[in-house]
């Protein structure tokens, strides 16, 4: 067996860097050797997940403390806005920024011994600065990185993710999103103008933060809309849909937390391009995603739950119709921690060093 | 003290039964004196519900077991489509159907010793014989008493329910759609061509039923769509927009189910009307609703969550600007058992027999 | 109707200060007239509760600065080894301790103008300095009252509440426990050496403090031991026991963490006396508690579940057979925040004014 | 590789079997070749469960259908007291009934031709026909089988199920009682005459029975005891505990029910033997454990949570002391579905075969 890539996670102590974890301690070609994790400095996994007693890992240190010379692959699981100056120290460390965002006919293969960097924060996703400084008021400080990411939703951008440098890993809400629309879209089979995505999340999307409004007391038994109107993950969602239209796409995109651990179900209300029905909307799905081991599309009689997701990278989606004529709703369901997060990140690093692309990744549900 | 009226419950033995019991057995003006619930006939309430234990009430009974004569108000809770034919039965026993729907000038204020109804099932809520057999497949069987009957959304329709004998309560999902939108929609402030009702619901919306869908270990952890563009719900919503508007609405709504016991929650996307604003849209929702004991409008920074509302009668309500211009959102949450059903009959028994509207009504959610 | 009574709540933020309120707000002769809540001060209920908008309330203010001439009755939710001495200085600007705990012939009706206090907090349910010293880690700081503080645990000490100034209103597993246990105690109908107390609880009995295991995330889908062999609730647990056995008693007591909001079951190990049988134990349950609203004692073929006490004042409760002769297994539930704290309160706050006692207080549960 | 084994489920529409196509279905040595399902025979398993759509898997048969010829492998999930005649009729037409049980030096190993059978039931865990008689009110009818099944508590019993024709896969609360309290027995270091086992079960331990009692309205946000005094469990747990200890032991134990889908955790109360200390009991316990992938032993600040096992073949435990002299409580966690049921079959199977034991088990919680 070859020798096996040296991981680092930045952020480790995160619920997005424990799931790595769960992922990466069943894979055949990794060895974990650094995990940092500022405030935790000092501690064991153990002592911050007891569910991790006894499985040997490194402790957590403070970043500045690792040494990323052996370092061949980093996932970063920091806050969003701070990891781009991070992420730009990191590589300038090892050489100089480099084209490549959407270039396809990229070619050179990043050399093994340069550093590869899956960022599971919002940094690096938005392609252009000023959308960026808007929706998070401040420059973005690493432009020419930005330039350079690849959006790493797998099933979309396959071809340049397996030579990127520097992976944008989508957020969870987009992911649910984009993987139904993005071929709709590409097909001229919807309406541009009218897209209206309700999401719903389970709890773990807002993190291991402590605060009040995320006590179990406060939210068990509950189901709240939250940031209407404003939430970040819309100019995401936005950007992916225009690339795939060809045109300038604005969604109405609303959160919502349900009481459950994990999952996001967004319920999509689109119209029907002049012609198109239904079944060429289903049909176009099932083509788009036949030989992919994570998408799945439900016949017209199954409604898609979070739980046939539950723990695993799958995404499940449906597309109905509705009794209005000309419109349609779809529905799609994923595990925000797996295919929202994590999940996609590892299948990110399997397209990247070349492996199978679900190695050490469930694609069965933990049902009932 | 007045003599208190006598009240049966057909089909008690449903969630919406026991949810009667619990307001009825702390009202000053009410004596239970029958109970029906076919197939658990000769039990007690104690053996069917648990919680009840030691409680005096009416063992239940076969329905034609009951002996209506001393009865003054009937709680109808049977399944939908058998209700029709025994609320005529009861009525014709009574004397003749009259005209009532809506006839807000009709004024004879009905004898006391004269047996009202409030049916908690679907059967009398459509106005159109015509749209009821569309979405029930088959003939309504009591078309007087349809047209008699009155829609007893309490804060919209509160002088017809005054006068009434037969008061068809409203659905949990349309309580929570009409209540924001009817003062929006009679006000002429939103466009009715593109209401958008994304609700979800928590499950005892589904009733008592031994179903396997319906288990703790099938729902528990995850989020479902259901009946996607289906739901019968949907003429009933429609019926109270158009009348609200003066004109025939069509909404596209889709329930979800939540794993939660109790709460609606119903995010509405609406578009502005020609030159309105989102205060436009608070300012009149406030007005509409400031005496209300029952509806409250939340600031544009706090969003409703169904635990707002838990355990008691009330809805609560907020309107949001979206980042698009023009185009708002709603977000209405419910008990459905309460506000949207047995609590809103509560309210109308209160109503019909001239007490405080309030009676024995839960104000104040049971949070946490 | 007579004059309010002038009620104030110091710590009214807490989860049992707004139980409190849902209870205040619907009784017929209380008036709420300020409310503490130091880390708050200064913002309105509804900012810090939500679901409370709407509901005219005084503002949250520093405990200092509340004027507590007018105020007839405090409760008092604040933490655990704080509150001894708040009290004792408001005791003291009102007049001297006085002997009062046990004595049932205390007599002399506090008169009208006199402040009374109901307190929520362990601090004055120890009667033993010695005991608090050791359980606490420091000395009373209010020996005094500590002597004249009366145990509410109201069906057991009805009469000396009635008479009471200073309440220590029961902690919540120990009114679980003590319920079954003491007219059996009482009645020597079970051995006093080997009683154990499982017993598990919803999470609101932790409180509203952010803190990271409190997260839903962290709880849900889970079930966990917690504070084993050390949980300060022992000793009061033991005290009662004690009283009720004219013997020193020690239990074996072990807490558990339900993930569900309310709730406390306390499954309870023993051994029947030389002779007795477990139809003797039910037999003294029923014949103790049969006149009792709040304490039902179910058949031996019904088990107790926290859902039949949810959001009431109830404690439910079965006695049965183990397969081991001579042996028994009590199982009891109550709502942690109800019966466990906040309604037992006001059932002691209608004792003490001569109000009927379940004034406000719901004996039915909200299910389902 | 090596040719696959064949394997068969016997009532595959079930919890369990559906937990045995998550771990069979990443397993590299094994052929799912047939699944029966008596009452949704002719149905494909997706129709069954959602979340297997697009897996191609056999469609559910009657299990007079299968062609038994083939198979190497057979996992019973069918209903207590239905299995011993299946299995005696399976292995009737491949042969006689051999002794096994218990026989360490049994030697032989069994062809590889030979139908090896896993049974998930309860039918051959009671070695004592008298005893299941009791227990099950009826005779055993495969008296023969029930001597020579092997009793597949993994860890206890490996050497026996590597030689094993029929292994009885334990119940999931004895599993959990089983693995703190055999070594202990075995060593002496606790009393055997007063054992308490106080257990709580997540609902997927009831199975997929649509019944009334396990709606999601029924459970949630309740706990609740069942069974007490009366669990068919109790023998399983004496049996192997009175193996260990060398003398008859009898127990007590409860039941109980937890609003989660997974988990069981067992709280345990015991006397230690004259002189032994909690040190002792919990060195002994992790030197019994130190070379288990799947059994954790926790340091005594750490409780453990069914959460710290969920979705894992993990059985994590603790030992603590009481604050009585004399007295400790062990704690154990474990996925009732996993380590007590499917999980541990999977496991049996590895080490029937010579594979590596934890081969596709996970052995990290999903969690959160």
């Known amino acids: 067996m070859a020798k096996p890539i040296n991981i680092a996670i930045l952020g480790a102590s995160g ?3 424990v799931e790595l974890l ?43 403390e690792i040494d990323f010379s052996g370092i061949d692959l980093v996932f970063c699981c920091l806050p969003h ?13 090892q050489g100089e920024a480099r084209s490549g965002r959407g ?33 998070y008021g401040h420059a973005h400080q690493a432009v020419a990185l930005q330039k350079e990411a690849v959006y790493g939703l797998t099933e979309v951008a396959r071809e340049a993710i397996r030579h ?50 995320l006590l179990y007391t406060e939210l068990n038994e509950g189901f709240s ?33 349900v009481p459950m651990n994990r999952g996001i179900l967004s319920t999509i209300y689109v119209t029907l391009a002049e012609g198109k029905t239904v079944d060429d909307l289903r049909q176009t799905l099932q083509e ?3 030989n992919e081991t994570f998408v799945k599309i439900l016949p017209a009689s199954v409604f898609p739950s979070t739980a046939m997701t539950r723990g695993s990278n799958l995404c499940v989606m449906g597309v109905y119709a509705d009794r209005i004529p000309g419109k349609a709703i779809l529905v799609a369901a994923i595990d925000n921690l797996v295919k929202g997060a994590s999940g996609q990140a590892i299948q990110n690093m399997n397209l990247l060093y070349g492996w199978d692309e679900g190695l050490s990744l469930p694609s069965t549900a933990v049902f009932p």
Chains 1, 2, 3, 4 share one sequence.
Not at 24 to 45: C, E, N, W
Not at 81 to 93: D, M, N, P, W, Y
Not at 182 to 187: H, R, S, W
Not at 228 to 247: C, D, F, K, N, Y
């Open 15 to 17: 619920y997005t860097g």
């Open 22 to 64: 769960r992922f990466l301690l069943s894979h055949p070609h990794v060895r974990i050797s650094a995990l940092s994790g500022d405030s935790q400095a000092g501690k064991s996994m153990a002592e911050v997940y007891p569910h991790l007693i006894g499985i040997p890992l490194p402790a957590l240190q403070k970043m500045e």
């Open 81 to 93: 806005g701070t990891t781009q100056a991070v992420i730009a120290k990191l590589i300038s460390e």
């Open 103 to 135: 270039s396809g006919a990229m070619g050179v293969k990043t050399p093994a011994n340069k550093l590869k960097i899956i960022d599971l924060s919002a940094d690096f996703r938005l392609e252009d600065p000023a959308v960026y400084a808007q929706w």
């Open 164 to 213: 990127a440098r520097l992976i944008a890993n989508p957020g969870c809400y987009p992911t649910s999103a984009q993987l139904p629309l993005i071929p709709l879209l590409k097909n001229k089979l919807i309406e541009t103008g009218d897209i209206i995505i309700d999401a719903k999340s389970g709890v773990t999307g807002a993190g291991r933060k402590a605060s009040q409004n």
């Open 225 to 257: 809309a939250y940031g209407v109107g404003t939430h970040r993950h819309t100019p995401e969602i936005e950007q992916g849909l225009s690339a795939a239209a060809g045109s300038e796409i604005q969604v109405r995109f609303t959160p919502h937390l």
């Open 288 to 290: 788009t995603y036949e």
